[in-house]
């Protein structure tokens, strides 16, 4: 066994470390992975959950960020509105805790709507963009 650390991309702490034979059989399931960067990491055989949707995407493209919006918007009681009101120039509804994912939103590519994509589709698009390999790469 051998230990095994994912940093915080903002303060460099470490804010998970486990014991496992390799990543690949690393249980993250229960991780807090909200600062975490994942980029080009190697999730092959890890063991995960939504939870892995709150690391930190750093490089997401226009049209990835329009579909992370429109889902953290259907986690707000009143989502379409309050985003709405925010692209004119109002205060950010995302909270920690409406949020479903960590990202940086932009205001300037809002378009109210519904999600078009599955959670399991936004997440294997996140990882592409991401460049971490997963088990369920095609």
């Known amino acids: 066994m051998k230990k095994i650390q994912i940093k915080s991309r903002f303060t460099d702490n470490i804010i998970l470390e486990i014991e496992a034979e390799?990543?690949?059989?690393?249980?993250?399931?229960?991780a807090n992975l909200t600062e975490a960067d994942?980029?080009?990491?190697d999730l092959r055989g890890a063991i995960y959950g939504i939870?892995?949707?709150?690391?930190?995407?750093?490089e997401v493209p226009d049209e990835l960020i329009i579909e992370l919006m429109r889902w953290d918007a259907s986690f707000h009681p009143d989502g379409q509105r309050a985003y709405s009101e925010w692209a004119k120039g109002g205060k950010c509804p995302a909270t920690k805790f409406l949020r479903m994912f960590n990202f940086q939103e932009n205001r300037k590519l809002w378009k109210k709507g519904?999600?078009?994509?599955?959670?399991?589709?936004?997440?294997a698009e996140l990882f592409k963009h991401a460049h971490i390999k997963w088990d369920g790469e095609r």
Not at 22 to 30: D, G, H, I, K, V
């Open 51 to 58: 939870n892995i949707l709150c690391a930190h995407w750093r």
């Open 38 to 41: 994942l980029t080009e990491a």
């Open 114 to 123: 519904k999600p078009k994509m599955t959670l399991a589709e936004v997440m």
């Open 22 to 30: 390799s990543f690949w059989e690393a249980n993250l399931t229960r």
